[in-house]
């Protein structure tokens, strides 16, 4: 597993570098794709690529359900909507609170995914630097490109008195990000330097996409080719260790009905939204309150599958 793990590493380091590079140098020339192209070429991807690593859930229902007993799949499919509905009213009415809880989350759930295959056994004290290490995705776009990470905090409904206090006290972001920093050397030592050029790798790119691109694209990059790569590999494994080519057509058979059921609402939202707010806002709330509204349900079943197989 560690060896498809560094290989995507080294490919996807390779590629994200090369083109770091050519946007670095032909930038301006480029100028113009930030309001028009940009923001389409992210919503596709995060309709296909992204959103595939979930779209295996209603399988990986199965075992909550066989373990409460639940002859209904229905249960499954309603509890998850629900979840779903209720977080995008929570985001409505209390969006604060709610971008506060999903920045949270999410950290953890990306460094924890990023990083526990790696790791043999997990401590206590590991989960909370899964928070920290993940915590990198959000902090490092806010250190390079401040104005524009909080404009899409704008039009995420966020109060302005939130937005002028990151953009006033900046040292919060500095100390933050020299905690991210730490959180990578720290499973560097803990994991005795062992595939220490992954998560080198990881830190590196991760710093090397933020700076060089705006904070949606360089979102998109690292959610689409690297973590839900990772977790697509995890997934492939599952279903055909001994032979992964099987593993990846039996993915894709799997997970293709819900990723076009997904993708089919969201781009509806995209343009009932886009009536009120324009295109580029629509798309930017259907990604990050989409993403929000099945990032809970997704981590909530993974925790209630793991908790269950450790009991066991």
């Not at 498809?4 to 080294?10: D, T």
């Not at 629900?82 to 929570?90: D, E, Q, R, V």
């Not at 690297?226 to 001994?242: G, T």
């Not at 993708?263 to 886009?274: E, S, T």
Request: glycine share 4%.
């Amino acid at each position: 597993m560690k060896s498809i793990y560094g290989k995507h590493s080294f490919y996807f380091s390779a590629l994200t570098i090369i083109f770091s590079v050519v946007v670095l140098i032909f930038g301006k020339n480029f100028e113009f794709s930030n309001q028009s192209i940009v923001p389409f070429l992210c919503l596709f991807l995060i309709l296909s690529v992204g959103i595939s690593h979930g779209a295996l859930d209603n399988y990986k229902a199965n075992k909550i359900l066989k373990i409460y007993n639940i002859d209904n799949k229905l249960v499954f499919y309603f509890s998850y909507i629900s979840t779903s509905i209720l977080i995008i009213l929570s985001w409505i009415f209390f969006s604060l609170i709610t971008l506060l809880a999903f920045l949270l989350i999410a950290s953890y759930h990306f460094g924890r995914e990023d990083t526990s295959f790696l790791i043999k056994k997990n401590s206590s004290f590991d989960q909370l630097i899964y928070l920290v290490k993940g915590s990198l995705i959000i902090f490092s776009p806010l250190f390079f490109h401040t104005d524009e990470t909080l404009k899409i905090f704008e039009t995420l409904l966020i109060n302005n008195n939130f937005l002028i206090f990151i953009k006033n006290e900046h040292w919060v972001i500095n100390v933050c990000l020299i905690l991210n920093f730490l959180g990578y050397l720290y499973f560097v030592f803990r994991n005795n330097f062992d595939n220490f050029q992954i998560l080198f790798l990881d830190l590196l790119l991760i710093l090397l996409i933020n700076f060089a691109f705006s904070p949606l694209l360089a979102f998109t990059i690292y959610f689409c080719f690297l973590h839900s790569i990772r977790h697509i590999i995890s997934i492939v494994l599952e279903l055909d260790q001994a032979n992964f080519s099987n593993g990846i057509k039996l993915f894709i058979k799997k997970a293709l009905p819900l990723t076009i059921i997904t993708a089919i609402l969201y781009l509806l939202a995209v343009f009932f939204i886009a009536n009120f707010y324009g295109f580029n806002t629509a798309i930017m709330q259907v990604i990050f309150i989409g993403l929000a509204s099945l990032t809970f349900p997704h981590i909530l079943l993974e925790y209630l599958i793991e908790k269950n197989e450790t009991k066991n």
